[in-house]
T-cell receptor, first 112, second 115 residues
Framework: DQQVKQNSPSLSVQEGRISILNCDYT??????FLWYKKYPAEGPTFLIS?????DKNEDGRFTVFLNKSAKHLSLHIVPSQPGDSAVYFC???????????FGQGTRLTINP | EAGVTQSPTHLIKTRGQQVTLRCSPI?????VYWYQQALGLGLQFLLW???????NRGNFPPRFSGRQFPNYSSELNVNALELEDSALYLC??????????????FGEGSWLTVV
C-alpha cells in the first residue's frame, strides 16, 4: 500500500526555468510533509516542510504547496540550477506516529 | 554543528554473517531512526528509538534489531544476513519524540553488500 506516491520517476528542466515536482498521498491522517533531496551514495538532505495548517511555505528558491482536499503537494524550484539535479523525495508523517513515509522519488535533471 | 554520523561507510559481509552499524545523532536530538534503501527502491522505515526505547518498527523480520544508548547514539544489528539485505542503511535523528511537526535529518549512510 503506497501511501505516498510520486508518479513521475524523472523530470528534465532547462536551467533558469521552474521545476515542479508532484506528490500525492492517500492517508488523511498525515499532517506534516517534507521534501528531501538526495545525491547518489549520500543521505537525503532536508529541503523544506509544510504543516497541514498551511497551504504554502517558501524558503528561498523552494516553495511547497499543499492542497489538502486533493491530497496533493508540490515543490517548486525557481530558478532551477544545475546543482539541483538530484533525486527528490516527498515524505509525510502523522501526529505521534513519528515514522516518515516516503514516496519513490523523482529524478530531476537540470539541463544547461 | 556536526550532523548525523554513521559508521562504517562501506562494508562487505558474507551471507549468514552478522553486522552492526553505528549512528551518532545531532547533538541535542533524542530520537534516532533507521531506514533501508535497497537498490532501485525507496526509503523503507526500519526502526525508531527515543529515550533509549524502541518506539516503532517497520515491516522487517526480527533479525533486524537495534538499540539506543544513554548518549542517544544507536546501533542497528542484522543477523543471518541474506543477499537481499544489500542496501544503503540510513540513520536519521530529530529533536521531537512522539510529537508532530517532526523534521528528521539524515546521515550519509552505510553501504552494506552481502555476498
Amino acid at each position: 500500500d503506497q501511501q505516498v506516491k510520486q508518479n513521475s520517476p524523472s523530470l528534465s528542466v532547462q536551467e533558469g526555468r521552474i521545476s515542479i515536482l508532484n506528490c500525492d498521498y492517500t492517508n488523511s491522517m498525515f499532517d506534516y510533509f517534507l521534501w528531501y533531496k538526495k545525491y547518489p551514495a549520500e543521505g537525503p538532505t532536508f529541503l523544506i516542510s509544510i504543516s497541514s495548517i498551511k497551504d504554502k511555505n517558501e524558503d528561498g528558491r523552494f516553495t511547497v504547496f499543499l492542497n489538502k482536499s486533493a491530497k496533493h503537494l508540490s515543490l517548486h524550484i525557481v530558478p532551477s540550477q544545475p546543482g539541483d539535479s538530484a533525486v527528490y523525495f516527498c515524505a509525510a508523517s502523522a501526529y505521534g506516529a513519528q515514522k516518515l513515509v516516503f514516496g519513490q522519488g523523482t529524478r530531476l535533471t537540470i539541463n544547461p | 554543528e556536526a550532523g548525523v554520523t554513521q559508521s562504517p561507510t562501506h562494508l562487505i559481509k558474507t551471507r549468514g554473517q552478522q553486522v552492526t552499524l553505528r549512528c551518532s545523532p545531532i547533538s541535542g536530538h533524542t530520537s534516532v531512526y533507521w531506514y533501508q534503501q535497497a537498490l532501485g527502491l525507496g526509503l523503507q522505515f526500519l526502526l525508531w528509538y527515543d529515550e533509549g526505547e524502541e518506539r516503532n518498527r517497520g515491516n522487517f523480520p526480527p533479525r533486524f534489531s537495534g538499540r539506543q544508548f544513554p548518549n542517544y547514539s544507536s546501533e542497528l544489528n542484522v543477523n543471518a544476513l541474506e543477499l537481499e539485505d544489500s542496501a544503503l542503511y540510513l540513520c536519521a535523528s530529530s529533536l521531537f519524540g512522539g510529537k508532530g511537526g517532526n523534521t528528521i535529518y539524515f546521515g550519509e549512510g552505510s553501504w552494506l553488500t552481502v555476498v
